[in-house]
């Protein structure tokens, strides 16, 4: 029961790494104007994935600093989530599969 658990947290933390990298591309195709917010679908995508990433990633770009407009809190975010999977979630799992 516990390892289902687990393995439900691991997959939903590579859902959000996957969203994560899904808004990243749409906001730098939006800033060199490869898409344009005036297309509804593009506009209805990229406002869904900023809803869904911006509680994660809103806090920390209040934290981090901007690095010349570049803005790295998706990585910070990507190392915390890796750091979560490698040091908590994986020794669990392994600790319930071979305890």
Do not use: C, H
Not at 7 to 15: A, K
Not at 76 to 87: E, S, T, W
């Amino acid at each position: 029961m516990l390892l289902g658990l687990l393995q439900f947290v691991d997959l939903v933390l590579s859902l959000v790494i996957w969203i994560i990298i899904a808004q990243v591309i749409i906001s730098w195709l939006l800033a060199f104007n490869i898409l344009n917010m005036s297309n509804r679908f593009v506009a209805t995508v990229a406002n869904a994935l900023y809803q869904i990433t911006e509680p994660a990633l809103g806090p920390l770009r209040k934290i981090i600093p901007q690095f010349g407009g570049l803005d790295i809190s998706p990585i910070v975010l990507f190392l915390a989530i890796y750091f979560v999977r490698l040091v908590i979630l994986y020794p669990m799992m392994n600790s319930i599969r071979f305890g």
